[in-house]
C-alpha cells in the first residue's frame, strides 16, 4: 500500500445496535440490494482501490473526529453541494511511492527519490491523476426538515471500493448536523444507510408509517439540534400528511440517552401541540412587547405564521389524536394568561374579543392604537386579503392584531364546544 495510511481511531467501540429486522434495511433486503449490485456486471476497469485497498474501511465502526480535516462542503445553490478535498487531504490518503507509480504510467520517475506522490490511474489508455478523479463529487439535501442526502453521482466507478462515499456521507450528516434516507434510494444508498443506522458516531431511529418510510441518523455532537427537537419536527411533518400511524425502531443508545423519544412516538400529539404553542407565543409576546414607535415594522409575515401555528394547535386538539389531557389544560392555562395581556394592551377592557363565553362581534381597539387601525386600513372584512396579498396594502398591524383575536375566539370557543367541562380550567 505504499505509503497510504488508513484512518485508524483510537476509540474502537462496538457498533450502536439497532434492530433493522422488521425494516427496508433488514439484513436480508440489504443482502439481496448486494447481490442486485453484483448482477448488474458493470464493465472492468482499474480502480484506486487495487492500488491503496479500502483506505477508510474504519469509519463505520469505530468513533472519528467530528469533522474530517481537509474534506468540507461549499453550498453550490440551494441544498446542493461540492465536496471539496485539500491538498493535505490527498497527500495523506491517495499518496503513493513515485516508482510505484512510474510502473504503470509516465508521469513520475526517478526524480522524486521515491517519494509520496499524488496517485495516478489509467483508464482507457488514457491517465488521470487522483485530482481529477476528485474535482466534481457533489451532494445534496432536501432540506427541513427530514434533510434527506441524495448522492447522485456517488464518487464515480474509479474510486469505489475504497470507502471515500461511506465518508462523505458521513461528514456530511456531521456538517448537516441529521440526515435521512427512504426506500426508494438506490441499492448502492442503501446498503450505505444500513451501515450508518449502525455507525458509533450516530444516533439512528427508523420510521415505518401509511404514508412514508425513512431511517435517521443524527451526530451525536449535533451543535443544532438534540435528538428530541429533530424527532417533534418529524413528527410534525408527518402529521401534517395525515400519516395515522407510526411505527418506529429506535437504536439502543438513542433509547438510552433519550428514553423520552419513545413515548413521543406513542403520544405524537402532545409534543406537536406544544411546538406550535411555543411557536405561537414567540409572536404573540413580541407583539404584547412592542412598542408604540415599532409598530411599524409588523409585516405579512406575523399574520401568516400565526395562522399556521394556531391552525394546527386546533385543529389537533379537536381532532382524533387525544391529547392528554394535562396537555389540553396547560396550553389553555396559557392561552388565558397570554388572551389577558392581550386585551389589556390593545382593546378596551369593555369591549373585549370574547365576552361572557361567546365571541364580540365588533370588539374595540385601544383608543391609544385605532390611530394604526386607521392607518394601515387592516379590518377583518379584509383580513385575508392582506394576509395572501401583501402587496395590497401596507404593514400589517391590524391583520396581525385581528390573528390573534381569531385564535383566541376559535380556542376558547373550541374548549367549549368540546369539552364541556369549561369549569375545570379555572
Not at 442486485?36 to 468513533?63: C, N
Not at 401568516?304 to 385543529?315: A, D, L, R
Not at 382524533?320 to 389544560?329: A, I, R, V, W, Y
Request: with cysteine.
Amino acid at each position: 500500500m505504499g505509503d497510504v495510511r488508513p484512518i485508524i481511531c483510537e476509540y474502537e467501540i462496538a457498533e450502536d445496535e439497532i434492530d433493522l429486522d422488521k425494516t427496508y434495511l433488514s439484513k436480508e433486503k440489504i443482502t439481496k440490494q448486494k447481490e442486485d449490485i453484483k448482477s448488474w456486471g458493470e464493465p472492468k476497469q482499474p480502480k484506486v482501490v487495487d492500488l491503496t485497498g479500502k483506505i477508510f474501511k474504519d469509519e463505520g465502526t469505530t468513533t472519528s473526529d467530528n469533522h474530517m480535516r481537509g474534506l468540507d462542503f461549499d453550498e453550490v445553490h440551494d441544498g446542493f453541494y461540492k465536496v471539496n478535498f485539500s491538498s493535505e487531504f490527498i497527500e495523506k490518503y491517495f499518496s503513493l511511492p513515485s516508482s510505484q507509480v512510474y510502473k504503470t504510467t509516465s508521469l513520475y520517475g526517478n526524480e522524486h527519490g521515491d517519494q509520496p506522490v499524488p496517485l495516478v490511474i489509467k483508464i482507457d489508455n488514457k491517465e488521470y491523476d487522483i485530482e481529477d478523479l476528485l474535482t466534481d463529487v457533489h451532494i445534496k439535501t432536501e432540506g427541513y426538515p427530514t434533510n434527506r442526502i441524495h448522492f447522485p453521482g456517488g464518487v464515480g466507478a474509479s474510486l469505489e471500493g475504497t470507502g471515500l462515499g461511506y465518508l462523505i456521507y458521513q461528514q456530511f450528516i456531521k456538517y448537516l448536523g441529521f440526515g435521512s434516507s427512504k426506500p426508494n434510494a438506490s441499492s448502492k444508498a442503501q446498503v450505505v444507510w444500513s451501515k450508518l443506522a449502525k455507525d458509533p458516531d450516530f444516533y439512528s431511529f427508523v420510521t415505518q408509517s401509511d404514508f412514508d418510510n425513512y431511517v435517521f441518523v443524527i451526530s451525536k455532537t449535533n451543535p443544532i439540534k438534540d435528538p428530541k427537537n429533530i424527532v417533534v419536527d418529524l413528527l410534525d411533518n408527518l402529521y401534517r400528511n395525515k400519516s395515522s400511524k407510526i411505527d418506529v425502531v429506535l437504536g439502543s443508545e438513542l433509547k438510552r440517552d433519550f428514553p423520552e423519544i419513545e413515548t413521543m412516538f406513542s403520544s405524537p400529539s402532545d409534543p406537536i401541540i406544544k411546538k406550535n404553542m411555543s411557536n405561537l407565543k414567540l409572536y404573540i409576546d413580541y407583539i404584547l412587547q412592542i412598542s408604540d414607535k415599532s409598530i411599524e415594522k409588523l409585516n405579512g409575515e406575523f399574520p401568516s405564521k400565526m395562522v399556521e401555528y394556531s391552525s394546527k394547535i386546533i385543529e389537533m386538539v379537536t381532532d382524533d389524536t387525544n391529547p392528554p389531557f394535562s396537555t389540553t389544560k396547560s396550553i389553555y392555562n396559557e392561552v388565558k394568561e397570554l388572551y389577558d395581556k392581550f386585551v389589556e394592551k390593545f382593546y378596551d377592557p369593555s369591549s373585549p374579543p370574547f365576552k361572557d363565553g361567546q365571541p364580540n362581534p365588533n370588539p374595540k381597539v385601544n383608543s391609544k392604537y385605532e390611530k394604526y387601525v386607521d392607518k394601515y386600513g387592516f379590518g377583518p372584512n379584509n383580513f385575508m386579503s392582506s394576509l395572501y396579498n401583501p402587496e395590497d396594502g401596507p404593514n400589517n398591524f391590524m391583520s396581525s392584531l385581528y390573528n390573534i383575536e381569531q385564535f383566541f375566539i376559535n380556542y376558547f370557543d373550541m374548549i367549549e364546544y368540546q369539552q364541556k367541562i369549561s369549569g375545570v380550567f379555572k
